[in-house]
């Protein structure tokens, strides 16, 4: 962290008080419109679970920002992406969320043009050839896709920079979960009347926990101290060889996963000793997804914005389907303990939405602790061209790649 002044080096901390982004920024149509181009068109955007797409002909429809999308599987099973838009006068080509076409063709439902699953004009309905028209100039127009461990994601900008680059160091941090064999048993969907970013800023710091979240705290009780790793403290050094969890991270003692008991189920296959002592493990795909991995199992939540002031998160459990099959597998102690957090947070969201109305309020300051919301809100200064503040940002899987001491 050398290379950023403004963090701390010795610990994790910002070394003074720094402004937050403006508050018209959780406001303003017109920002909400650049930020919408700006970063969720150019970033890598989740869509679904490869699963939930079976075999070729199997689609997808969803929206990024306002910008329609199909996902399909080819003739092959390759996942493939595509504006979900004629390429004749531009209707909309699907219109059902999801489906399995009867054909290996997608037929325009306006004048009946055709296109393979790759993406080619086939055939032009009733209209005759005419001069100056070449079908091999008029194929769907692609948009690239990346699945990892099963969680399927597309990116709206041609020179986007590739998956693997941006976010290998997120899925070395859990490379040994089984992603890929997890399968969905829950889904909850949440409106929250607050901008996007707003849902990140309040993820990405724990001085909240002790008050908003007084059972997570007790499950994890470093939260409760209001950090959120052992080097967010600045005396961390002192206590270096401490492995009681209130110091380290960590689950309480006696506690084996996340859930209403802190019992695990089981543990998904692959992990380690050190996978199991951590808790939980996070990533985070900005800007529309974060992932938390514990012994039994793996929460997935979606971040969409809807406007200025609106947004929806949609969570998903995975489980192995070993554990699910077991007599005694109980996925209510699992889930409403996400449930009670994920609720928690969304009325503290709301709550922070709320003021930041007030007009005569322009932005608000960062103290030492949030160090991630700052480094978060720099992130969308770069993303928007605006000038950063720090001279760039360390990946949070560099900032965990510290000696673990
Ligand atoms: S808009 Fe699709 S065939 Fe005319
Ligand atoms: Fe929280």
Redo the contacts with the bound molecule.
């Keep these: 962290m050398d290379d950023y002044p403004v963090l701390e080096t010795e610990f994790n901390g910002l070394s003074r008080a720094m402004p937050a982004l403006p508050a018209a920024w959780y406001l303003d149509p017109a920002h909400h419109a650049r930020e919408m181009s700006q970063i969720w068109m150019r970033n890598w955007v989740y869509l679904c679970r490869a699963e939930t797409l079976e075999g070729p002909k199997a689609f997808r429809t969803f929206t990024i920002a306002d910008q329609p999308i199909l996902l399909l599987r080819d003739a092959e099973g390759a996942l493939r992406g595509f504006f979900n838009t004629?390429?004749?006068?531009?209707?909309i080509?699907c219109q059902q969320a999801s489906g399995m076409l009867d054909k290996p063709l997608i037929t325009?439902?306006?004048?009946?043009?055709a296109y393979d699953l790759s993406g080619r004009l086939r055939a032009?309905?009733p209209?005759r050839p005419v001069e100056g028209f070449d079908r091999a100039d008029h194929p769907l127009l692609p948009i690239s896709v990346a699945e990892w461990g099963g969680f399927v994601f597309a990116n709206l900008d041609p020179d986007a920079e590739a998956f693997e680059t941006l976010y290998g160091a997120e899925m070395a941090y859990v490379a040994n979960w089984p992603l890929a064999d997890l399968r969905m048993g829950h889904s909850y969907t949440k409106r929250i009347n607050c901008n996007w970013k707003i849902f990140w800023e309040n993820f990405n710091e724990c001085l909240h926990c002790p008050n908003i979240h007084p059972e997570l705290s007790a499950l994890v009780p470093i939260y409760g101290r209001a950090i959120m790793a052992r080097r967010d403290d600045p005396d961390w050094a002192q206590t270096a060889s401490e492995t009681a969890a209130h110091i380290s991270g960590g689950l309480r003692a006696g506690a084996t996963s996340w859930s209403m008991d802190g019992s695990a189920q089981g543990r998904l296959p692959g992990l380690t000793e050190d996978d199991l002592d951590a808790g939980q493990r996070y990533v985070t795909l900005m800007p529309s997804i974060f992932v938390a991995h514990h012994a039994d199992y793996v929460r997935s939540v979606q971040i969409t914005p809807i406007s200025p002031v609106e947004m929806e998160i949609t969570a998903e459990w995975f489980f192995h389907p070993e554990m699910t099959a077991r007599p005694d597998f109980d996925m209510g102690k699992i889930v409403d303990f996400g449930i009670l957090v994920m609720d928690q947070d969304a009325d503290a969201c709301e709550m922070n939405q709320a003021g930041l109305q007030s007009r005569a309020f322009e932005r608000g300051v960062l103290m030492q602790e949030e160090y991630e919301v700052f480094l978060f809100q720099d992130w969308i200064r770069g993303q928007l061209g605006e000038p950063k503040l720090s001279q760039g940002v360390a990946s949070r899987a560099s900032r965990r790649a510290k000696p673990k001491a």
């Excluded at 004629?86 to 209707?91: L, N």
């Excluded at 325009?108 to 043009?113: D, R, V």
Aim: with cysteine; aromatic share 12%; glycine share 12%.
């Design positions: 004629c390429r004749h006068r531009g209707s080509l325009c439902p306006y004048h009946q043009w032009t309905g209209m």
